[in-house]
C-alpha cells in the first residue's frame, strides 16, 4: 500500500512569488490536513480537507489556501511569499470520517525555502 | 484552548538503557487523544503510540509504553531497550472532538541514543 506522497521535495523560491505544493494521501483516505513546521513556531495547522471541503482551518493569512480534488489529493497555494514562509509543510492523510478516526499518517514534506 | 508542552528539548540515553520523555497537556475537553509521533532525519512523522483518554489503561507498542496521568494532564513516554534506530525528534499531540483531525503537537524532544 502506498503511503503518502508529498511533491515536490524541496523547492526554492523568490520572495514574491507564489508556489503550490501536492499531496497524494494514501487509497482509501478522504481526509488530508496540512501541517507547516518551522525551528521557531513548531508544527502549526494550517487546514483539513474532507471530500473536498474545507473542514478546518488553522490560523494563517489568506496567502494560504489549498483544495482537495474528487481523487481526494490535495494543494495548497502559497501566494506573495515572505521569507518566514520558508519552513517544511507536512502533509498528513486519514480516512477521516469521525474525529476518532484519527490515525494519521504523514507523508515526508515539502522543504520550501524562498530568498 | 489546546496546547501541548515538552520541557525537555533533549534527551540521551545510552544503547539499550530505558528513557522518558515528558509531555503535559490543557484541554478543556473530556474526550480525547493523545499521541506521540517520531521524526526521524528521513522527515517523516510516525506514529509511535496513540492514548485514548477514557480509557485508563496505559498504552503499549512494544517497547514504546506510555503513562498516563489523566487528572495531572501528563502522558509521559518510556523507551525500553533503546537502539540506535529510536535516535529522532519525538512529538506529543493532542486531538479532540472540536478540531477533528486536527492535531495540537508539543515543540518536541530530540533523542540521541549513544553507542
Known amino acids: 500500500k502506498a503511503g503518502v506522497t508529498q511533491t515536490p521535495r524541496y523547492l526554492i523560491k523568490t520572495r514574491g512569488q507564489q508556489v503550490t505544493l501536492s499531496c497524494s494521501p494514501i487509497?482509501?483516505?478522504?481526509?488530508v490536513s496540512w501541517y507547516q513546521q518551522t525551528p521557531g513556531q513548531g508544527l502549526q495547522f494550517l487546514f483539513e480537507?474532507?471530500?473536498?471541503?474545507?473542514?478546518n482551518k488553522g490560523n494563517f493569512p489568506g496567502r494560504f489556501s489549498g483544495r482537495q480534488f474528487s481523487n481526494s489529493r490535495s494543494e495548497m497555494n502559497v501566494s506573495t511569499l515572505e521569507l518566514g514562509d520558508s519552513a517544511l509543510y507536512l502533509c498528513?492523510?486519514?480516512?477521516?470520517?469521525?474525529?476518532?478516526?484519527?490515525?494519521?499518517?504523514f507523508g515526508q514534506g515539502t522543504r520550501l525555502t524562498v530568498v | 484552548a489546546q496546547t501541548v508542552t515538552q520541557s525537555q528539548p533533549e534527551m540521551s540515553v545510552q544503547e539499550a538503557e530505558t528513557v522518558t520523555l515528558s509531555c503535559t497537556y490543557d484541554?478543556?475537553?473530556?474526550?480525547?487523544?493523545l499521541f506521540w509521533y517520531k521524526q526521524p532525519p528521513s522527515r517523516q512523522m510516525i506514529l509511535v503510540i496513540r492514548?485514548?483518554?477514557?480509557?485508563?489503561q496505559n498504552a503499549t507498542e512494544n517497547r514504546f509504553s506510555v503513562n498516563f496521568q489523566k487528572a495531572a494532564k501528563s502522558f509521559s513516554l518510556k523507551i525500553s531497550d533503546s537502539q540506535l534506530g529510536d535516535a529522532a525528534m519525538y512529538f506529543c499531540?493532542?486531538?479532540?472532538?472540536?478540531?477533528?483531525?486536527?492535531?495540537?503537537f508539543g515543540t518536541g524532544t530530540s533523542l540521541t541514543v549513544i553507542p
Open positions: 498528513a492523510s486519514s480516512l477521516g470520517a469521525g474525529w476518532r478516526d484519527t490515525e494519521a499518517f
Open positions: 487509497s482509501g483516505h478522504r481526509s
Open positions: 480537507y474532507f471530500s473536498e471541503t474545507q473542514r
Open positions: 484541554t478543556s475537553e473530556s474526550d480525547y487523544y
Open positions: 492514548q485514548e483518554a477514557y480509557k485508563q
Open positions: 499531540a493532542l486531538s479532540n472532538p472540536n478540531t477533528g483531525n486536527q492535531f495540537y
